[in-house]
């Protein structure tokens, strides 16, 4: 089969601007700009840069922001208090910022900093002064409007241009330390504002009961509820009987922190849902669970319930489906599809008709091992898509031990064997002194970021990183807790060792960070390449001096890419040694068709967000998030020379 142009509902970023967070509603983070190219990108210079130093209380080293362009202004959120900011597009100049000082809730919040960014909205009259808005939701679980001109809020919209997301007439919640937030944007599409939901992280939590990361649609005018949609389905509702007993009415979590894609044509909202409280252990909420580790498909009107597939179940690995949907129209054998693809952590792109729900290649439910932890009761089957094939390493065996040298693979050989390994959905297991420690995996796959679409061509783009998971659980404290099993120690069992390395070099082999070009209509990968400089411990070490190794790539969660007319663009992760002797990384560029190097430029730190790019007075800019230890987030803005 073929993948070929269609008439694309979904066509990327429109008229040089970059609107929304995924550059369009579908996700895609494609535009056809080619003022930037192959033969000039290492010509990049600073156009503008915009420091946070000076946002919130403290500096922020961890800036995952995506600025959204329109009308000549960039917005973004920035600081450690989650300010938004608007600059000049062509000078970076800080025309407005707007910053809520939430105090001991903002303190007690499970997902604070800085947030990945914001939605802009406009019903294009331009005879009223609020006829463009920014919406924005606090580390505190506000949603908040303001006018997109000045920063002021639109006192029309909810209480003086609040929306409390915490009093919600369908579950309790603390409005100080209940367990909720939002790091990710609002989506805004067909004049509804849709809002999720994110937790801490649950490898440890503080019960087996937690809030429900329930979904909501606003409106775009006066922020009124329209829509309320029950991730973990309440008695009558389709879903309940998935779980066993009574565990609906008591689990939590089930949000959606990933960003959600609309299909604005048809009206329909698309949600990657996590799974439901407990990362690793599951034996208090017996059943498949839906809608955990679920795509669902829902009216961006109403939030009724259009399809639905569950791609995990009974989830046990923390594979929460933790990005958006990337949206594009293919055509296979003469055919139109609407098709929808789906990075994970699990390394598998899955592929569907977004209209119908259907996978685009036959899904298979295969026996899978089952948990031996007492309480626990696995699923029989998981589904495994058969195109395309895994973008990255999957479980962890033997097979995927470092082999720099036959002395290193040894050490690597005796270690491993104190875990337990095996394939995907290998179960983990309850630690013991004797062995196994812990069930080892290679987590990592693709994280918030997403991946990258060309509607153009139908080739999705998805970076993936190794790091390995360690899941050893021991028994909960019930003086404590009413939880069964936690992770252990260093959440990799009791008594286990503080890391898992090999004089200090990574137990498993390179590449560590890669991108992988996928053909949705084939369900194909077409090439694959390591992305990121080889780290310093790595090409530095005395271990493997003189031995020819390749780009290893390097590993980061926050990786995102960006997509042009003939380019894929994406920062590496992290820090390396530069040629001049000071810590620094690059923003690479690559043939979209080939995956080969187009140019680089170097920048001060690593890339810890998605870029984006606009068209300006002619010039075309790009515009990355970069910060790290001891380097306060920064947004740069690159230019070609005048």
Same mark, same amino acid.
């Given at each position: 089969?073929?993948?070929?142009?269609?008439?694309?509902?979904?066509?990327?970023?429109?008229?040089?601007?970059?609107?929304?967070?995924?550059?369009?509603?579908?996700?895609?983070?494609?535009?056809?700009?080619?003022?930037?190219?192959?033969?000039?990108?290492?010509?990049?210079?600073?156009?503008?840069?915009?420091?946070?130093?000076?946002?919130?209380?403290?500096?922020?080293?961890?800036?995952?922001?995506?600025?959204?362009?329109?009308?000549?202004?960039v917005f973004a959120t920035a600081g450690s208090r989650r300010d938004a900011v608007a600059f000049d597009a062509a000078t970076g100049e800080?025309?407005?910022?707007?910053?809520?000082?939430?105090?001991?809730? #903002?303190?007690?919040?499970?997902?604070?900093?800085?947030?990945?960014?914001?939605?802009?909205?406009?019903?294009?009259?331009? &005879?009223?002064?609020?006829?463009?808005?920014?919406?924005?939701?606090?580390?505190?679980?506000?949603?908040?409007?303001?006018?997109?001109?000045?920063?002021?809020? @639109?006192?029309?919209?909810?209480?003086?241009?609040?929306?409390?997301?915490?009093?919600?007439? &369908?579950? !309790?919640? &603390? %409005?100080?330390?209940?367990?909720?937030?939002?790091? $990710?944007?609002?989506?805004? !599409?067909?004049?509804?504002?849709? @809002?999720?939901?994110?937790?801490?992280? $649950?490898?440890?939590?503080?019960?087996?009961?937690?809030?429900?990361?329930?979904?909501?649609?606003?409106?775009?005018?006066?922020?009124?509820?329209?829509w309320i949609f029950h991730t973990i389905p309440k008695p009558g509702e389709f879903g309940y009987d998935t779980w066993q007993g009574d565990?609906? &009415?008591?689990?939590?979590?089930?949000?959606?922190?990933?960003?959600?894609?609309?299909?604005?044509?048809?009206?329909?909202?698309?949600? %990657?849902?996590?799974?439901?409280?407990?990362?690793?252990?599951?034996?208090?909420?017996?059943?498949?669970?839906?809608?955990?580790?679920?795509?669902?498909?829902?009216?961006?009107?109403?939030?009724?319930?259009?399809?639905?597939?569950?791609?995990?179940?009974?989830?046990?690995?923390?594979?929460?489906?933790?990005?958006?949907?990337?949206?594009?129209?293919?055509?296979?054998?003469?055919?139109?599809?609407?098709?929808?693809?789906?990075?994970?952590?699990?390394?598998?792109?899955?592929?569907?008709?977004?209209?119908?729900?259907?996978?685009?290649?036959?899904?298979?439910?295969?026996?899978?091992?089952?948990?031996?932890?007492?309480?626990?009761?696995?699923? *029989?089957?998981?589904?495994?898509?058969?195109?395309?094939?895994?973008?990255?390493?999957?479980?962890?065996?033997?097979?995927?031990?470092?082999?720099?040298?036959?002395?290193?693979?040894?050490?690597?050989?005796?270690?491993?064997?104190?875990?337990?390994? #095996?394939?995907?959905?290998?179960?983990?297991?309850?630690?013991?002194?004797?062995?196994?420690?812990?069930?080892?995996?290679?987590? #990592?796959?693709?994280?918030?970021?997403?991946?990258?679409?060309?509607?153009?061509?139908?080739? *999705?783009?998805?970076?993936?990183?190794?790091?390995?998971?360690?899941?050893?659980?021991?028994?909960?404290?019930?003086?404590?807790?009413?939880?069964?099993?936690?992770?252990?120690?260093?959440?990799?069992?009791?008594?286990?060792?503080?890391?898992?390395?090999?004089?200090?070099?990574?137990?498993?082999?390179?590449?560590?960070?890669?991108i992988t070009a996928v053909a949705v209509g084939e369900g194909k990968n077409l090439w694959q390449i390591a992305h990121g400089e080889t780290?310093? @411990? @790595?090409?530095?070490?005395?271990?493997?001096?003189?031995?020819?190794?390749?780009?290893?790539?390097?590993?980061?969660?926050?990786?995102?890419?960006?997509?042009?007319?003939?380019?894929?663009?994406?920062?590496?992760?992290?820090?390396?040694?530069?040629?001049?002797?000071?810590?620094?990384?690059?923003?690479?560029?690559?043939?979209?068709?080939?995956?080969?190097? !187009?140019?680089?430029?170097?920048?001060?730190?690593?890339?810890?967000?998605?870029?984006?790019?606009?068209?300006?007075?002619?010039?075309?800019?790009?515009?990355?998030?970069?910060?790290?230890? #001891?380097?306060?987030?920064?947004?740069?803005?690159?230019?070609?020379?005048?």
């Amino acid at each position: 089969m073929l993948a070929l142009p269609a008439g694309f509902a979904q066509t990327g970023a429109k008229g040089g601007e970059w609107r929304t967070y995924g550059g369009d509603t579908g996700n895609t983070r494609y535009s056809p700009l080619d003022q930037i190219n192959a033969a000039n990108f290492n010509r990049l210079e600073l156009a503008w840069r915009f420091k946070t130093d000076n946002l919130g209380p403290r500096p922020e080293y961890n800036l995952e922001g995506t600025p959204l362009m329109a009308n000549g202004m960039v917005f973004a959120t920035a600081g450690s208090r989650r300010d938004a900011v608007a600059f000049d597009a062509a000078t970076g100049e800080l025309l407005w910022m707007h910053s809520e000082n939430e105090g001991e809730r #903002g303190r007690h919040a499970p997902r604070p900093l800085s947030g990945r960014g914001l939605a802009y909205w406009t019903d294009g009259r331009k &005879d009223r002064l609020d006829d463009e808005r920014i919406f924005y939701v606090t580390p505190g679980y506000r949603l908040i409007a303001l006018n997109a001109k000045d920063g002021v809020p @639109v006192a029309s919209f909810g209480k003086d241009g609040v929306v409390d997301l915490k009093q919600d007439d &369908d579950q !309790a919640i &603390d %409005p100080v330390n209940g367990d909720v937030g939002l790091a $990710s944007a609002p989506t805004v !599409a067909n004049d509804v504002i849709l @809002v999720g939901a994110a937790h801490l992280s $649950s490898g440890v939590p503080r019960s087996k009961s937690n809030v429900k990361g329930y979904v909501r649609g606003f409106d775009v005018r006066s922020g009124k509820r329209l829509w309320i949609f029950h991730t973990i389905p309440k008695p009558g509702e389709f879903g309940y009987d998935t779980w066993q007993g009574d565990s609906a &009415d008591y689990t939590g979590n089930t949000g959606v922190w990933g960003q959600i894609s609309v299909d604005e044509q048809s009206g329909t909202a698309y949600l %990657p849902v996590e799974l439901p409280t407990g990362d690793y252990y599951g034996g208090h909420r017996p059943g498949n669970g839906l809608f955990g580790e679920s795509i669902v498909a829902v009216d961006v009107k109403t939030g009724e319930r259009k399809w639905h597939y569950q791609l995990v179940h009974h989830g046990l690995w923390d594979f929460d489906i933790p990005c958006a949907p990337m949206l594009l129209d293919i055509t296979v054998n003469g055919r139109v599809i609407k098709a929808l693809a789906q990075p994970t952590k699990q390394a598998f792109l899955y592929l569907f008709d977004r209209v119908t729900g259907q996978p685009l290649f036959p899904m298979e439910e295969r026996p899978v091992e089952q948990s031996t932890v007492p309480g626990e009761k696995t699923s *029989a089957t998981q589904p495994f898509p058969s195109k395309p094939p895994p973008y990255d390493t999957q479980g962890f065996t033997a097979n995927d031990l470092m082999d720099f040298t036959p002395e290193l693979r040894k050490q690597a050989e005796a270690l491993a064997a104190r875990y337990k390994l #095996g394939p995907i959905f290998t179960p983990p297991v309850v630690s013991q002194a004797a062995g196994p420690l812990a069930t080892l995996a290679l987590g #990592g796959g693709t994280n918030w970021p997403g991946g990258a679409a060309d509607p153009e061509t139908g080739i *999705a783009y998805v970076f993936s990183q190794k790091f390995l998971l360690r899941m050893g659980l021991v028994a909960a404290d019930k003086a404590k807790t009413d939880f069964g099993y936690l992770q252990g120690t260093a959440a990799g069992g009791a008594g286990a060792p503080a890391t898992l390395s090999v004089q200090n070099l990574p137990l498993y082999k390179p590449p560590y960070g890669s991108i992988t070009a996928v053909a949705v209509g084939e369900g194909k990968n077409l090439w694959q390449i390591a992305h990121g400089e080889t780290p310093d @411990v @790595v090409r530095n070490h005395p271990a493997l001096k003189g031995l020819s190794i390749p780009r290893t790539g390097r590993a980061g969660i926050g990786i995102g890419m960006l997509v042009t007319k003939s380019l894929l663009i994406a920062g590496e992760a992290g820090t390396i040694t530069m040629p001049d002797g000071k810590p620094g990384a690059y923003l690479r560029a690559y043939d979209k068709a080939t995956g080969q190097d !187009a140019g680089m430029v170097p920048m001060p730190a690593g890339e810890t967000g998605a870029p984006m790019t606009y068209m300006l007075n002619g010039k075309q800019y790009i515009v990355v998030p970069v910060s790290g230890p #001891g380097f306060p987030g920064e947004y740069l803005a690159y230019k070609l020379p005048d």
